[in-house]
Nanobody, 126 residues
């Protein structure tokens, strides 16, 4: 049974930082691309960042580029999202997701991912 469990969310002031973690089990983590998405109230789920299983190359949404960093630790089956210079518009539920792919393309659409976590709330106050 595949499980993805996010942690690290919370309440932070604008300009602050948080580090999200997503611990996985039940899958060959090193063979999966991992992604972070977020969903604010009344809005659709949107792409934040992704990291490839091979070489660990990364891709970011323009809205977070330069502020967020995605990384992975294959020994711990865990993916991280370091979020710096947080803004009120970053407030959302953040989800991690996993997908098995052999392509070199970055997957940025939710339905391209097979497995999802339950989400963790991030609230940025102004």
């Amino acid at each position: 049974q595949v499980q993805l469990v996010e942690s690290g969310g919370g309440l932070v002031q604008a300009g602050g930082f948080l580090r999200l973690s997503c611990a996985t089990s039940g899958l060959t983590f090193s063979s999966f691309d991992m992604g972070w998405f977020r969903q604010a109230p009344g809005k659709e789920r949107e792409f934040v960042a992704t990291i490839k299983w091979s070489r660990g190359s990364t891709f970011y949404a323009d809205s977070v580029k330069g502020r967020f960093t995605i990384s992975r630790d294959d020994a711990k089956n865990t993916v991280y999202l370091q979020m710096n210079s947080l803004r009120p518009e970053d407030t959302a539920v953040y989800y991690c997701a996993a997908t098995r792919t052999i392509t070199s393309y970055y997957y940025t659409v939710p339905n391209q991912y097979n497995y999802w976590g339950q989400g963790t709330q991030v609230t940025v106050s102004s």
